[in-house]
């Protein structure tokens, strides 16, 4: 025998070595990268149809402005709708809210986009919409015309308490409030429709879960998400507690992640040069599944969000997901230094929202008519993505 081929003997019997070694991982491998048929199950009770639908009611109060009897009603009727899907007993959080002045101005560069990334390529400028008479439709207008009265203010929630572990819980939010002189169809009128398909479908009576699941929706979010640092503030302190003790009830349940969803409909691509957006949904279209590299909770935000991504793989149907580290200006920001934290978006808010990629965004034209099966389609395959990975990490099964 050679020295060469001693050599390859030994490299083939390393390799023998290794194949044994290798093949119980690579079975179990196998096992957590393939699709849970039960979770495939309850995904497949998401529905285009009822998603749409969702959305449409919300529209018909308007903007839903923070603030106004119009924000009041919509959480009226979320409630009830929440109710309605057996996520009940539904709970409400109380806070005050008095605007203040602007802050200082956040200098940046001119290629530094908001939440840290950089800005490349073609964009348009973003603003919110205040003129009331951008708004053609007369009864719209009028819907949107009573301004925001500084008060009390009230967001809802309702939760799937856990079998095996009540006393933990993931978060799911989106914020039901808007701006713009719009509908807020998309913002964020599709992640609200979003979190309550879930409570739904997680609600029905045949599905049990091991740990709770709290689905929420934020008030104030557009104000400067003063809904979710309400709630931080109020019930950060609560998390893991027995009350009564010995009653096995958690009312705050141990944070273990949240999720939120902002704008889920919209990915046409970069503006062209001219400043205008393409009609069509691109082909390349995708989920923004994004962490924050600079929070306190980087390292565990982004294991969640890199299994969100696998989720997506395995119960998505249509629409890939990409990963990005600069999570920003939504409600999972406040929680993204306690616990893991990761939004689900059309696009990322800092380099390509933040460039003018959707020109709905606080505008009149954020309206249900202005988005088709395809905008619809995308916002669908964010819930299943986080249905199919809150299953996998909650520990959902179907009884
Ligand atoms: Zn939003």
Not at 142 to 163: D, I, M
Not at 333 to 342: A, E, G, K, N, T
Request: net charge neutral; aromatic share 6%.
């Amino acid at each position: 025998m050679s020295a060469r081929s001693r050599a390859r003997g030994t490299l083939l019997l390393a390799g023998a070595v290794a194949l044994v070694a290798a093949a119980p991982l690579h079975a179990q491998q196998v096992a957590t990268d393939s699709a849970n048929p039960s979770i495939v199950s309850l995904v497949g009770r998401l529905d285009l149809e009822r998603y749409k639908a969702t959305i449409k009611a919300l529209t018909q109060f308007g903007d839903r402005r923070q603030g106004t009897a119009r924000n009041r009603a919509a959480i009226d009727w979320i409630e009830r709708q929440l109710q309605s899907y057996g996520c009940a007993p539904t709970e409400r959080l109380t806070y005050d809210y008095q605007p203040t002045p602007p802050g200082p101005r956040v200098v940046r560069g001119p290629d530094q986009a908001v939440g840290g990334g950089r800005l490349r390529g073609a964009r348009r400028p973003t603003r919110v919409n205040v003129d009331s008479l951008a708004q053609p439709d007369r009864t719209l207008r009028a819907l949107n015309a009573p301004p925001s009265v500084p008060g009390q203010r009230q967001e809802v929630y309702c939760t799937k308490v856990g079998a095996t572990h009540p006393d933990e819980m993931y978060i799911v939010g989106a914020h039901m409030d808007g701006i713009g002189w719009g509908e807020a169809a998309n913002d964020d009128g599709s992640g609200t429709a979003l979190v309550m398909e879930l409570a739904r479908v997680l609600s029905a009576p045949d599905v049990q879960s091991g740990r709770s699941i709290r689905f929420v929706l934020w008030n104030n979010e557009e104000s400067g998400l003063d809904g979710a640092l309400a709630y931080v503030a109020q019930r950060r302190a609560l998390q893991g507690k027995e009350t009564p003790a010995g009653s096995g009830k958690y009312p705050e349940p141990k944070w273990l992640g949240m999720i939120q969803h902002d704008m889920m409909l919209f990915d046409h691509g970069m503006p062209h040069p001219d400043s205008s957006v393409s009609k069509t949904q691109r082909a390349e279209a995708d989920v923004n599944i994004e962490f924050q590299s600079d929070s306190k909770q980087a390292e565990s935000s982004q294991r969640l969000a890199w299994h969100f991504a696998k989720a997506n793989e395995r119960y998505a149907t249509d629409y890939p997901a990409a990963v990005g580290q600069h999570m920003t200006n939504t409600d999972s920001h406040p929680f993204q230094d306690l616990v893991p934290s990761i939004s689900l978006r059309e696009n990322e808010r800092g380099t390509q929202i933040g460039a003018g990629w959707d020109p709905q965004w606080h505008q009149p034209t954020d309206l249900y008519s202005t988005y088709n099966d395809s905008d619809f389609r995308l916002g669908l395959n964010a819930a299943q993505t986080t249905l199919g990975a809150l299953a996998e990490l909650a520990g959902v099964t179907l009884k």
